[in-house]
């Protein structure tokens, strides 16, 4: 069967062209076919997929659908807490025991009657940019195997990529959906923080967001409606928004104010062929009646204090359940516990320093564009590129963390491949915060310009 979006699954289903069951039986199958070489999946539950999807047939051969989403096959991330399957977290310290009770994520995929087919791959607790766990071995890239998928939503980044399931739900902290939908040729949007609400709250505090990963950016938008909106377990969650994200797609950038970057102002970091695609892409952006101009946005790398907060919530974790599998976790773990409260609170400020610079640099630009990433997937093997500045994910993901210390939104949508090994780069576009649709209206004009 073709890779459908979920957007078309809905209106052939709505025809009685497919249904739900046919569709999720097909998901399950291309499971078998493709998970025993990317791994994707820690959980699969087969039987109670169909009967939701027999549910969700029922449905709509009654007329009275949940949504346009009911019945599209859909996988969660395994840092998200799904009602009846067990959520490990990437870590033999986790016990397997399920609940009852959903994240609101997918408490809102169940509600709009989306057909949960399981559980995808993360890293332990979520803490790289690769998605490999001493748990549960590497996640490989849906392109070629011997390479990365990225992280740390990288599961669900691969199952999407290869149509098992349409869409996913995942998370980012610093980049853990945008560099696994840069690395495979995927979609996804970082929305503003507190827009989709996040329970139980990240060991990572307020750098991690969650959200969709797709195939096509109206499928992003699609999913973005259906996990937005206030709920009461979320301390930091806001208020149901009154419209669609649908609303305006396709409206275009003419007449848009659209700044580019390819270093934010860092040079050196980008792999050639990667820069030639992003300059490529930005051009598209202007030949579609935006004003574009490459400026740096004018701050410098706040790497050490994205570490001090991100260190101090591994700490944190690491210290919540005794240990930690990984020893690139236990690393950072260590170094996050020999931070003080004075050192969380100057990270803070620079934080704050940044959005308010963001906040500023707005004002004259509507977007900003960026590489999602400055390379291209690299080798199984090392949870770094070959001949990195440093061990740390941070070395080689300049592009992403900044945008979860300001929680701004950020897309990444694909901008071609690579010469040679024809290996996916991604473009970032970044907005001002709550300006998700501008973002996604972007995405889908560059999408549709090249398509």
Known sequence: MELLSAAALGAAYASGELSPVEVTREA???????????????????????????ASEARWRAGTPLGPADGVPTS???????????????SSLVSPSSTDEDAPTVARLRAAGCVLLGKTTTP???????TGSPRYGVTRNPHWPDMHAGGSSGGSAAAVALGMGAWSVGTDGGGSLRIPAAFTGTVTIKPTYGLVPLWPASPFGTLSHAGPMTRTVTDAALMLDILSGFDHRDWSAMPTPTGSFLDG???????????????????????????DLFLAAAAVFADAGATVEEVDPGFDDPVEAFHTLWFAGAAKVVSTYGGADDPGL?????LGAAFTASDYLDATAVRVDLGARMGRFHRGYDLLLTPTVPI????????VPPNSASEDWTSWTPYTYPFNLTQQPAASVPCGRTPGDNLPVGLQIV?????????????????????
Not at 76 to 90: H, I, M, N, Q, Y
Not at 124 to 130: A, H, I, P, S, T
Not at 257 to 266: H, N, T
């Open 76 to 90: 969660v991330k395994d840092l998200l807490l799904t009602g009846g399957w067990p959520t490990r977290r990437g």
């Open 376 to 383: 291209t997937a690299f080798r199984v093997g090392s949870d």
């Open 124 to 130: 332990e607790f979520g803490w790289k940019g690769v």
């Open 28 to 54: 399950l199958a291309a499971i078998s076919e493709h998970d025993p070489v990317v791994n994707a999946f820690v959980h699969v539950d087969a039987p109670r997929a169909l009967a939701d999807a027999a």
């Open 431 to 451: 907005g001002a915060r709550h300006a998700d649709a501008l973002v996604l209206r972007a995405a889908r004009a560059y999408e549709r310009a090249v398509s």
């Open 330 to 334: 236990a690393r950072i773990a260590a």
């Open 249 to 275: 797609l396709e409206d275009g950038v003419a007449g848009l104010r659209i700044a580019y970057s390819a270093d934010l102002g860092r040079a050196g970091r980008n792999a050639r062929h990667v820069e």
